[in-house]
């Protein structure tokens, strides 16, 4: 039915949208790509259609072509925060792992800026990357904050936090101002 709407309208970017997403369930990438790319020449300011092309390159393996198109989304005021989120994990799959951090940092500040309570699984998984990103980079302190936020979660996230807080007091115990040290 998306095809015949396309004949009968070539300008309506829901079908072209909708064909995509087809093609998407049917793991037909390059053809999802194809249709995407029609809906955003439609909609360009409309950040769903970036997030759409983005997520396609991205289960093609295709990570900076993925970054490109969630920047265009972020750039286009993604009222979801979408766009950041999946900026962030684009970036860690293509192994930019200070751009990652700086995307999963705008995550915890956006979420924080809705002003809901409860920890949602997104924070979840950016708490855990910067976990792991900041005591790589022995910023002790503040893998120590994101640890803590992540025992208040719950759930399997609570025995890695554990785990990498118990990583945290043996360096801290190696160094004595290693919670002093670099910044990230």
Known sequence: SYRRAVD??????????????AHE???????????????????PYDPRMWCAL??????MG???????????AEGNDDPEGTAILKLASAYQKAQEMDMAAEYYRKVLK?????????ERQDN?????????YTKDRESLREC?????RL?????????EAKAILQEVRLMKGKSPDAGDSKKS
């Open 8 to 21: 009968i309208n070539p300008r309506d970017y829901r079908a072209w949208y909708g064909l995509g997403q």
């Open 25 to 43: 369930i049917m793991r037909m990438h390059n053809y999802a790509l194809y249709y995407f790319r029609k809906a955003a020449k439609l909609r």
């Open 54 to 59: 983005g997520e396609t390159f991205e289960r």
């Open 62 to 72: 295709r990570y900076e072509d993925a970054i490109k198109c969630y920047r265009q």
């Open 110 to 118: 956006q979420r924080a800026q809705e002003g809901s309570q409860e």
């Open 124 to 132: 979840a998984d950016a708490l855990l990357f910067l976990a792991k």
């Open 144 to 148: 120590e904050v994101y640890c803590n």
């Open 151 to 159: 025992l208040d979660i719950g759930g399997s996230v609570k025995d």
